[in-house]
């Protein structure tokens, strides 16, 4: 099976140019997502995680998101040590759903692909870019958060430019009919590609 690696900085629009692959019927499997799922459900992560950051890393059973965050952000030791815990087992998760698609090819969305080395478990990878202004602009709309938080999660990523000198094939997403046209000729390639090899 092929895996096609989809990443981009925080507000790229990662979340909207997957679910353009998925309207086209391609499997996609957004690594964020799994791995929250993952930190309500599973007993050992959850374990790790209180003895990482103390009681108050969960309300319950939910994570306490601005308290992790507060720390992660402004700390790459913790943030590398939680990466630890959870990306072995969203690693796993993901090799047993690979295991239930068919389709020529699957997308695996994931915001840090290039800074834990997942790029190099993709046959190809593709960057969503956006000018920084506009991607502060809509994560300013989308969470209840501020510029300067925004920008401590953006310095903790990758810049475009670097993610563009790695990536197969780039989607610029400013205009969303223009995005989706971009969608579709990459489509068209990668598919084009598989028939080939």
């Avoid at 092929?2 to 507000?11: R, Y």
């Avoid at 943030?79 to 969203?90: D, E, S, T």
Wanted: glycine letters at 6%.
């Amino acid at each position: 099976m092929i895996v096609v690696g989809l990443t981009g900085g925080i507000g790229s629009g990662k979340t909207t140019v997957a679910k353009m692959f998925s309207a086209l019927d391609v499997p996609v499997y957004i690594a964020d997502l799994e791995a929250k799922k993952l930190m309500r459900k599973s007993k050992i992560i959850k374990r790790k995680l209180i003895s990482l950051f103390g009681e108050e890393a969960y309300f319950g059973n939910d994570l306490n998101k601005p308290f992790i965050a507060s720390i992660i952000f402004n700390d790459k030791n913790m943030l590398n040590q939680m990466n630890g815990i959870i990306h072995p087992r969203v690693a796993r998760h993901f090799e047993k759903w690979i295991v239930k698609q068919n389709a020529p090819y699957v997308i695996k969305e994931v915001a840090i692909l290039f800074e834990n080395g997942g790029d190099k478990l993709c046959d190809y990878v593709i960057a969503v870019t956006a000018p920084e202004a506009t991607r502060i602009e809509r994560v300013l709309h989308r969470d209840n958060t501020t510029k300067e938080k925004v920008k401590a999660i953006m310095d903790n990523q990758w810049s475009d430019s670097e993610k563009v000198k790695r990536s197969h094939y780039i989607i610029e997403n400013v205009d969303l009919d223009k995005t989706k046209k971009q969608v579709a000729s990459v489509h068209a390639q990668i598919l084009k590609k598989i028939q080939k090899s």
